[in-house]
DNA sequence: CTGAAAGCGCTTACAG
DNA sequence: CTGAAAGCGCTTACAG
């Protein structure tokens, strides 16, 4: 157990100038060499990127992306990264930004604006080429314009902010949540409550939009307090259990606001010694790969996460590449997966 | 629908020497100004900064870190950051490094290890400050000696690598499997089967060798077929459900590899008809926040994320301000916790 | 308490 | 195909 000092020793640091002198070209050569411009000649070019690998020669992107101002930096911030539907969002973000050797910067918002607006700060500060985020939940246009127009070209996922003139790639929620209830009331069910969720995002209206309107175009009832709001989590959704259990009214089906949500609502249907998908069905929302393995295996909207991720960093990195790029909402349709958590309805 | 282009208008780049033309002082004055230096006349100072955030001035951190050779980024690294596992680890890195105002960069290296070499060289170009990183299967000691060397001080986690010298904090995995093999044994269980995890990281190794301590200790017979490794996933332990119910020695526990493992591991057994803590015992590890939610309730080994991430934070800030720190491991002594997934042995 | 000047390590016209 | 020189936007001795 010996003690580490800071730095290790160094012997003093090498950089373009370091190998040019040891070859006797100029930095300029040398600079051009290492990134394979046609310009220089093959065997110079060979000679150098040779040397520099030997001496351990590490580019200092720092004073290139002061020079060219270019960073290779590219931000990402939703609200929690280990929320598994980000996750796979960011999946496919990460997929496609390595292919363009582009370094991605993470964040967690947690909907706090001033940690968002912090991170945003660093990006500019970094002089990072553009952004992808999930906007925090009440995010004002401004903010959107503001580093737009530092230079930080901006594109949405999942959420859109009103007033923002950026593209934004989301699902078509309403739609989703509508395929969720009409699959329950196509079983036959009639006390319908939806769980999760708040009216504070456009996700949040969208989804309770889409649940409306299918009971409606049913001409089934919508009570008020058929809707528990909460957050978006396998804890809140196993809270809401007890909620919606000792609803005076016994719904018998559940449309939740999420896959978290519905998987925590049916450990606490077990707990109360009721089995999901026979004594109360359930949906979630977003097929997370754990959907299909949870008990019972989980009706739920498939979301396009992945398409979604694929399709926001390409459009980020055609704006890189000054490819004009629409502005505005772009929606991904959702489709519906039976499993075994929906069935019939029984009387209780 | 408008087309963007890929910068907005920015009138002409705001920099140091912009406000200080404006004010008629030099850019010395700004810059110490700005970063609250004593140095300059309070009256001054307020003049700079309410002149700065009047016009929009964007920090140059480029610029800066050019000079200083100080970024304000540090580098983490493990295996997948959507794994729960690390979420939390990553949560309390977050916390502390938010606290010292340091810019957190996170990337997966999916346990490849040109993938973990390309994160590290990024952060060598970008002259970050220091790392912390979960090592790759198969990391060689040199290549942390490599950062080293290069002035990017590491700290592990989770994980060691034989030969480097730099502090490490984990849980210590020997005596946190034992704890639950022991659980599992004091119940009356005497054919124990280990599901999951390999060879090939310290870990693996460690927590293998706790099951065998405590198996062996008890005067109880170890099969080599009673060892079922596998990926580290809940699909992974749905799928060892089918190998594990088939074994012809019939066991009645498994020690699991970690909770995502265990929580698969009990939706096969009910998927077979079976019920988990009644008909089979079932342990986890890690004491994930879905741990106290599943059904049932996971009997698991708490193993104390939440400080190892504080903890290896803390030490690299240390490092980074010049602190003598140890090298070597410290463990973190995790703690058993008894819910619903374990009971007695029954025949079958 | 403030200013003039050098320099961090690259890249990019420009000249040859 | 190669080189000399300017400049990206800061910070830091140094001088006053």
Redesign the interface.
């Known amino acids: 157990?010996?003690?580490?000092?800071?730095?290790?020793?160094?012997a003093q640091k090498i950089k373009l100038s370091t190998i040019a002198e040891a070859l006797g070209v100029s930095t300029a050569t040398v600079s051009l060499a290492l990134r394979d411009s046609p310009l220089v000649a093959d065997s110079t070019r060979d000679r150098i990127k040779e040397y520099a690998r030997e001496i351990?020669y590490?580019?200092?992107?720092?004073?290139a992306?002061?020079r060219t101002s270019r960073?290779g930096i590219v931000g990402v911030v939703v609200h929690d990264?280990?929320n598994?539907f980000f996750?796979e969002i960011?999946?496919s973000i990460?997929t496609e930004l390595d292919r363009s050797r582009q370094?991605f910067?993470?964040s967690?918002h947690y909907d706090k604006l001033d940690k968002q607006r912090t991170f945003l700060?660093?990006l500019?500060?970094?002089?990072a080429d553009g952004v992808i985020m999930s906007p925090a939940i009440g995010t004002p246009a401004e903010d959107i314009r503001?580093v737009?127009?530092?230079?930080l070209?901006a594109v949405l996922i999942a959420r859109s902010v009103p007033g923002a003139?950026?593209?934004v790639f989301r699902g078509d929620d309403t739609f989703g949540t509508a395929l969720a209830t009409n699959h329950l009331i196509s079983l036959g069910h009639r006390r319908i409550v939806m769980i999760g969720g708040t009216d504070q995002t456009s996700t949040g209206r969208d989804r309770y939009q889409g649940y409306l309107n299918a009971m409606q175009n049913a001409g089934l009832e919508v009570r008020p307090d058929w809707r528990i709001p909460g957050p978006r989590t396998?804890?809140a959704g196993?809270e809401a259990s007890q909620q919606f259990l000792a609803h005076k009214d016994k719904p018998t089906a559940a449309v939740c606001w999420n896959d978290l949500v519905a998987i925590?609502l049916?450990?606490g249907i077990?707990?109360a010694g009721l089995v999901p998908g026979v004594d109360i069905s359930v949906t979630g929302y977003d097929d997370l790969?754990?959907a299909a393995?949870?008990?019972p295996a989980l009706t739920t909207v498939w979301n396009g996460q992945r398409e979604v991720g694929r399709r926001a960093a390409r459009t980020l990195l055609d704006?890189?590449n000054?490819i004009?790029?629409?502005?505005?909402q772009e929606l991904i349709r959702p489709e519906l997966h039976v499993r075994q958590s929906t069935g019939k309805p029984v009387e209780r």
């Open positions: 157990m010996k003690t580490v000092s800071r730095r290790g020793s160094l351990g590490i580019y200092n992107r720092r004073a992306s002061l960073s990264i280990m598994p996750a960011l999946r990460e370094t910067l993470l967690n700060d660093t500019l500060q970094l002089g503001m737009e127009e530092n230079g070209p003139d950026v593209p396998k804890q196993f925590g049916m450990n077990y707990r790969e754990e393995i949870a008990t704006r890189l000054g004009e790029v629409h502005g505005g």
